[in-house]
């Protein structure tokens, strides 16, 4: 069966129109209000976007992905699908799967379309995939409404660099953002852009604060002018006894009427501080991330974190889980067959949930416990292909004979 179309449609040849330009800010430089320059690389220096991008794509990536076919009765895994072959393997010789993965879902998430070339051999069938860094890639619509990709090959991955090659969409695999108009994704950079941009200006000004501002954290005052040798002797002096951990927390004694007098916070700075906690919030708003995920602890304990972390996987990481899964249909599997994203790999490091989760399978009958075993890695054992029997409950009979023993 072959599972990818490797030939082209005579649509390639056509002409083709410009694409929306209220989509170009999402492959450009945004402004914004506040004067700050919204990108995907000066958007990843705050850390808390940083985070939240790692938390999802990382996420993501580190679950167990498989393959399964159709069946009379229900499904049944495929690991000599090609595309099982490549999550064991890798998509190609010096990258892993979730690798592939993170670097394309993080394209989805900083600019809103995260692009993949699907390879295939001379019989059609699957060999590799290759990621696509979407700022290489120039989306175009051609007169028949079809979407095609151009895009530079700037490193030479897949043969000279700077050669510019022409994707059809059936030859990719395309995970996009919420789109407006159904053919590209927007990036939340451009819809948030006086968010992200009041978070890079509030940072840009705390650093430059820091870097400019001439404020000591007190006042040395004598009520009699210093010549140049007591004002040298007074330097010298304050740096032997003060500086250094060793000299932390001395105490000051000043002769010739002298005062030290302590600068507090400004108004100002503690505004400053302020508004950064609350751009941190914001941020991870604007992913769909539970605070406590990406180290944001104010409100926090290990009771709301655990259900932070279900919250997480419910309602952020299982809508980008579906993309995709419905994309990855669309574009390399064939006919009878699915991928699945495993949500329960997230229990990995919870073993006491794990296994509880194991018992009731098999106390249900839903899992065997070799399959139990297969699933944590162990090897089979020979009774372990059948249901496990539970006791049956005794008469009142037996229960009252039991109470007078």
Known sequence: MAFWNRKRKPEQREEWGSLDPRLAEA????????????????????????????????????????????????????PDHPL?????????????????????????????????????DDRGRLRELHGVPWAWVSPRLLNSG??????????????????????LNS???HVKDRSDDGVLGRSRLSRARETIGTALAVQTFAGSTYANQATPKGVLSFKSKLNSEQLDR????????????????????????????PISVSPEDAELLASRRFTTE??????????????????????????????????????????????????????GYSLEIDLSGLTRGDYAARWSAHKIAVDSKILTPNEVRET???????????FAEKPAAPTPEEAAAVWIR
């Open 376 to 386: 944590e890695g162990y090897n089979a054992r020979p009774d372990g292909d059948a």
């Open 234 to 261: 007074v330097k010298q002096m304050w740096k032997q006894l003060f500086t250094g951990p060793d000299n932390a927390a001395k105490t000051l004694i000043l002769d010739q009427e002298g005062a030290f007098n």
């Open 84 to 120: 099982s072959r490549l999550i064991r393997d890798g998509v190609i010789d010096r990258e892993s799967w979730p690798d592939f993965l993170e670097s394309m879902l993080a394209n989805a998430l900083l600019r809103g379309n995260g692009l993949a070339e699907v390879v295939a």
């Open 146 to 167: 079809r979407l095609v990709f151009d895009w530079t090959d700037t490193y030479g991955t897949r043969g000279a660099p700077g050669l510019m090659r022409r994707l």
């Open 171 to 173: 030859e990719v695999v």
């Open 282 to 335: 914001e941020l991870a708003r604007l992913y769909n991330v539970p605070p406590p995920i990406v180290g944001i602890w104010d409100h926090s304990s290990f009771t709301n974190s655990e259900t932070a972390g279900r919250w997480f996987a419910i309602f952020t990481l299982t809508p980008w889980i579906r993309k995709i899964e419905t994309e990855f249909a669309r574009a390399v599997l064939g006919s």
């Open 27 to 78: 492959f450009g430089v945004i402004r914004s209000t506040s004067g700050a320059t919204v990108t995907p690389m000066t958007a990843e220096n705050l850390s808390t976007l940083f985070a939240c991008v790692q938390a999802i794509t990382a996420g993501i990536a580190s679950l167990p992905a498989l393959v399964y076919r159709k069946t009379e009765n229900g499904r049944e895994e495929a």
